[in-house]
């Protein structure tokens, strides 16, 4: 048994025929002709905005490149996906978040160059390093931290308290 669908119901284009025996040498959709002409404009505008003049040539040529465009849009275009949700669909293409290849860089900063010159000369480096050093002091070999807890107890912190109490 062979069931028959209602596609056929579908493929059916509403195209302008014309009166009787003077018809267009093409068969074209009504939406085919508002595109063209959306199309038409487009094109006229983007010449005009390159800076080619309006002359036979231009506009001769902007029909070739419309009837292209317009052909190509129409074969996506049916009664399933109709001109408006392709152009939407386009608009979300267009605008539509993007993964971030690029890394983003951080502020440039130049705290932490050393400003003058960076090496030494050698003679002043072997003279430096021949010259005896006296030893420091026993007050000046404390280690960071007991400078550290001095400098809590004279601010009146002992290590009872917790460093949020004042």
Known sequence: MLVRTDDEIYRVD????????????????????GLGLLVMI??????RRVGIGLDFFSVAWALVITVVITRFLGQRINYERPLGQVVELFRHEITGPRV???VGGGEVRSDHVRVGPVVRARKAKAKASKTPKAPKAPAERDSWQTSRTKGRAAAGRGKGRSRGAT
């Open 14 to 33: 509403s195209v302008w025929l014309g009166p009787p025996r003077a018809t267009f040498p093409w068969r074209a959709r009504y939406v085919s002709y």
């Open 100 to 102: 971030r290849t690029a």
């Open 42 to 47: 487009g094109v006229m505008f983007v010449q």
